[in-house]
C-alpha cells in the first residue's frame, strides 16, 4: 500500500544544529516530527581525503508535497557544503499514522 508520506533524512555534526533542524522543520510544519539518531561515526571522502566524524541523523517524516519546501530550508538552515538529502519512499502505514503526518505537516490555514 502507497503513501502520501515519506522519510527525509539529513545528518551533521553537532547535536545543537541537529536540534535546531528537527525543531524548526517541526515549528514550521514541513514535517510531522523528526527522529535525532544518537551519534555515529561517519567515514567518508571529502576534497580528497578521507574523513572521520561524529554525526548525528535527522530523520522527517513528512508528505510529497510538502517535501520540496522541507528540503530549501533545510538546504539553508544547513552548515555543510554538500548536506546528506535523501529520500525514502513508505510503502505502508497505520491508516492513523499516514492521516497524522499528513494533517500535522499541512500548512496552517
Keep these: ?5 515519506v522519510i527525509a533524512q539529513t545528518t551533521i555534526d553537532d547535536e545543537g544544529r541537529a536540534g535546531m533542524l528537527a525543531r524548526g522543520a517541526v515549528e514550521n510544519r514541513l514535517a510531522a ?3 535525532i539518531d544518537a551519534p555515529f561515526t561517519a567515514i567518508y571522502r571529502w576534497q580528497g ?7 548525528w541523523r535527522i530523520s522527517y517524516k513528512t508528505t510529497r508535497e510538502r517535501l ?3 528540503a530549501e530550508w ?6 555543510y557544503e554538500v548536506p546528506e538529502w535523501i529520500v525514502l519512499a513508505v510503502d505502508g502505514g497505520s491508516d492513523a499514522y499516514v492521516s497524522w503526518v499528513v494533517r500535522e505537516s499541512a500548512p496552517e490555514d
Design 68 to 70: 520540496s519546501a522541507l
Design 1 to 5: 500500500m502507497a503513501t502520501d508520506i
Design 33 to 35: 516530527c523528526a527522529h
Design 74 to 79: 533545510v538546504a539553508a538552515a544547513h552548515t
Design 49 to 55: 581525503a578521507v574523513q572521520t566524524e561524529k554525526e
